[in-house]
């Protein structure tokens, strides 16, 4: 049995998505070395519920300096950060010294508007390729991976801070305690951590179980944040529901005590109690519901194959790697896997191998069906290639079930 990482009560196992690869791992074709694979299994903790991995695979594999993912490949994304720098800079970041990290920058999409502002700021990120886009737009950057060492040499270098910020980061970090332990040493008395990551209430309602792979070894709730910032000498203030990556909250944190916690804190705890979004019997529920997606896709895409039609896959996303490789959904299946990221292309994805081609491939000649693995840009993403549906092509989507669109 393994054992809670805030609180170290037992955690229960409730789905087992089978052996996976690295979700990033993409290869090359003819690469024929072995490839490392994990149990992605999770659970839930019997005292604080908070749902987690099992199996926690070396951060060192999963970041690396070539890590393949540039948040300003969506526009919508590219959108979001900007408000959110334009939010704190209107609503926080006051005064000459007014300094704001974040943890997990990528390619400075968010600190690029703090920068142009002026505001003293630090990005730190552990993959030193984004790292040097995140520079050419003027923003200042660390290479390390956030936990209580780097909080204490970034406070003995440039003082405290008033927010720290993640995005899609925390989830990614076992090792929270440390983490916390970092952010006392480097907040300003009255400072904020501010994180957001996929919300567990969305994933049980969507039955998005591609948000679970390597790297989001923690599924947060408002409850189970609640319950580890309080573990750690925090508390929760603030959640804020977010419409982008398929359903998430961002979270505001701030020493106990220091800040009254708003009444959407209540709201959002209250409506997960009111909604069972813990209990056992919610979470048995889901990965029944998984199980009954994977075998209506893989029966659809049976179909297909059978009917002589062609279907490629729209996004070599993370998630995607889950459900490919839980589904057993291999090329044969699917031909290719169309992406705008330069690094992924020409490679083949991480387990089931699927040929990675640039977007233009996608109309060269347009598939009869497009298996949407991106779907948390689907508006995006659709909007851009309306073609493909005036020319006779449809799109598979699994979120929340499956359905062809
Ligand atoms: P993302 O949404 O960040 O999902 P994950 O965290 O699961 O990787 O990744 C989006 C992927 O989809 C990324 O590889 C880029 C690709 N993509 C396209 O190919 N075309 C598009 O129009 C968009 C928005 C994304």
Redesign the pocket.
Known sequence: MASCRICSADVQPFLDLGRQPL??AFRLPDDTSPEFTFDLVVGSCDSCRMVQLLHEVPRERMFRADY????S?????SAHFRATADQFLRETLHGGDAFIIEVGCNDGTMLESIAAAGVRHLGVDPSSDVLAAARSRGVQTEAAFFEASTAKDIAAEHGLADVVYAA?TICHIPYLDSVFEGLDHLLKPDGVFVFEDPYLGDVVAKTSF??I?D?HFFLFSARSVQTAASVFGFELVDVERLGV?GGEVRYTVARSGARPPSVAVADLVAEEAARDLHAPATLDAFAAAVAANRDALVGLLRLLKQEGRTVVG???????ATVTNYCGIDRDLVTFV????PE?QGRVTPGAHIPVRP?EAFADPYPDYALL??W??AD??MA??SRFRDAGGRWIRYVPIVHVD
């Open positions: 979700s990033d393949p993912f540039s948040t490949t969506s526009a919508r994304m899609n591609d948000q792979y790297e990556h729209y996004g070599a996303t993370a998630k995607s169309c992406d705008t990221t992924k977007p693995f991106a948390n840009h995006e993403i851009k290639e």
